[in-house]
């Protein structure tokens, strides 16, 4: 399997449909009405669910998302899509046997459905979930305990880490979407894209998205908060075609958690002509042959970098798995990337320089209160993103097990920040790179900006390949810095030699936003805080290319009547 960051979609942001209808929203239900089935059918569970000789589970978990949302786009100044609907995902997590040894691994996953308003249908919904979700656990749990007789387990460590109970309630006053001023919006987003004659297919398109985040465990947690996997999103893309007959695709994100944190509507129509302008210049720019070079990667750049090359790595539940690739199992207190670089991920913060993160939330999908976490602190490993599946030396949660509304919570990143300790001004990077390169004997270096998403996979039975796809690919003239916009490659390389070709980073530390992370437990947002940086070399090869003949006739919006 592979695990990629890429910049949210409407298709990806939530995997879970529940139907197209026309919603009639009304006022959510109180969080008491909440909680009350889903509270008794809890309770009728740990006191009677028990099969032949085997008692009932001793931690049982519901999960409730209550969920409206509100989608709509535009294409060259006309709605294509407007429509909304309602639902609520339930989620069940059933253990058997005892935290230092119980049914769940890396690959486990609880039982998942939908629930209905009324208490009857939500008690009758979780009856079944709970009933399916205790027969799987006691399956698992027997299976791996008769595994236990003949595989060999060189770290014996618990299934379920100790931490307190929780209680708590965030005011969240539900918000009707703005309907026709975002459909107003919409349209004159995706009109700009009507005076560029060169641009074939466009898009403007908004999801917005209320939800409400319930979990109840028999620990005594209760917890009703936002649903921090929930974010809205604006999106801008278009489609052209070079004269070469290669496909160019080019988006722009903004995944935010409420549509006031959008920026304003001048900003936006700004965003969407530069769009159209960059797709433009790509078209008459060459192709880059594959080569390696020094190379200047901005800061949206790095963070995918990082996120990919980096974060997944430190992810707690892959040091105990043997199938993971477990490159820095073992290696805390030790050093794993240049010195003059520290990595922390900080789920409790909302912002940084005035933008919204996604990756912010008060507690994570297991109840635990989100924690701001030193993962390489100037080069030496640290610490990992801890879920309540304990790992060798790091027996508690750090308040990183995240999921989406459908799975079993697992160690994730959040807002992923690169700090760097001597940074120059991107100037003093430039002068670097053109050193670099006339020093390696190469005519030019790179500038890498921005990237629409990164792959790199984990397990050992696949080459640790990293690949991220730059938005744009400047050449950097050795000699004079002069920049000229290239087309048609993306970075290849493997992680660990990656990091450490890092020679230096740049003073401008910026957030990128509108990213989803897929993993095994789902998609969540996140975003990376991170400067640029310079690499003392990069590997370019050649994308896979959709080509195709440009069209016959002119569009009929530009051809004259």
């Keep these: 399997m592979r695990y990629c960051l890429r910049r949210a979609s409407l298709g990806l942001v939530l995997s879970l449909w529940a139907g197209r209808v026309q919603a009639a929203w ?20 740990m006191a009677r669910l028990k099969q032949d000789d085997f008692g009932p589970p001793y931690f049982l978990a519901y999960r409730l998302h209550e969920v409206r949302r509100y989608e709509l786009a535009a294409s060259f100044g006309s709605v294509t899509q407007d429509g909304d609907d309602d639902y609520r995902a339930l989620y069940v ?7 230092e040894l119980d049914n769940t691994d890396l690959s486990y996953h609880g039982w998942q459905g939908f629930g209905g308003r009324s208490p009857q249908a939500l008690r009758q919904q979780l009856w079944s979930l709970t009933d399916g979700a205790y027969k799987s656990a006691l399956s698992g749990f027997l299976e791996k305990k008769a595994k236990r007789a003949t595989e060999f387990v060189p770290d014996v460590l618990d299934d379920f880490s100790v931490e307190p109970s929780t209680g708590y309630a965030s005011a969240q006053p539900f918000e009707e979407a703005e309907r026709p001023a975002l459909r107003g919006l919409t349209e004159r987003l995706s009109a700009v894209f009507s005076g560029y004659p060169f ?25 009703a908060t936002a649903a921090d996997a929930l974010p809205s999103v604006l999106r801008l893309s278009a489609t052209t075609r070079a004269d070469d007959g290669m496909r160019l695709d080019h988006q722009r994100l903004w995944a935010v958690r409420r549509p006031g944190e959008l920026p304003p509507e001048g900003e936006l129509l700004e965003a969407a002509r530069a769009l159209a302008e960059e797709l433009g210049r790509l078209r008459a720019a ?9 190379a200047i990667l901005d800061p949206e750049f790095t963070g995918v970098l990082f996120h990919e090359a980096l974060g997944h790595k430190l992810e707690g539940q892959r040091q105990r798995d043997p199938q993971q690739s477990q490159i820095f199992k073992d290696m805390a207190g030790k050093k794993v990337i240049p010195d003059f670089l520290s990595v922390i991920d900080d789920p409790t913060l909302s912002e940084f320089q005035g933008r919204p993160l996604g990756g912010y939330y008060e507690y994570d999908s297991e109840g635990v209160p989100a924690q701001r ?3 390489v602190e100037r080069g030496i490993l640290r610490s990992f993103l801890m879920s309540r599946w304990p790992v060798k030396g790091f027996p508690r949660s750090n308040g990183h097990g995240r999921a989406d509304v459908s ?30 390169a006339r020093k390696a004997g190469k005519p ?13 996979p984990n397990y050992r039975d696949s080459a640790q390949t990293l690949e991220v796809r730059p938005r744009l690919v400047y050449r950097v003239d050795a000699k004079t810095g002069a920049k000229i916009l290239m087309r048609g490659v993306k970075v290849v390389g493997t992680p660990l030699v990656f990091l450490n070709r890092i020679l230096a980073a740049g003073d401008d530390q910026t957030a990128a936003t ?28 050649r994308l896979p290319e959709d080509r195709a003949r440009t069209p016959i006739l002119p569009s009929p919006i530009h051809e004259a009547p």
């Design 26 to 45: 009304g006022p959510p239900l109180s969080d008491d009405e909440v909680f009350g089935p889903m509270q008794a059918e809890l309770d009728r569970s």
């Design 93 to 99: 997590e059933a253990r058997f046997g005892g935290r």
């Design 199 to 223: 641009i074939y297919e466009s898009l403007a398109s908004v999801q917005v998205r209320w939800g409400r985040r319930y979990l109840l465990t028999s620990e005594k947690t209760r917890l």
């Design 286 to 294: 060459a192709v880059q042959e594959p080569t390696a070079a020094p």
């Design 373 to 375: 976490v030193v993962l």
């Design 407 to 436: 799975r079993h919570a697992s160690g994730r990143m959040a807002n992923l920040i690169v700090e760097a300790h001597g940074a120059v001004p991107l100037a003093e990077l430039t002068r670097r790179l053109m050193a670099l």
């Design 444 to 456: 030019y270096g790179f500038l890498l900006i921005g990237s629409s998403g990164g792959e790199n």
């Design 514 to 541: 509108g990213f989803v992370c897929g993993a095994e437990s789902g998609h969540v947002p996140v975003s990376q805080i991170t400067p640029s940086v310079l690499v003392s070399e990069v590997e370019l090869q």
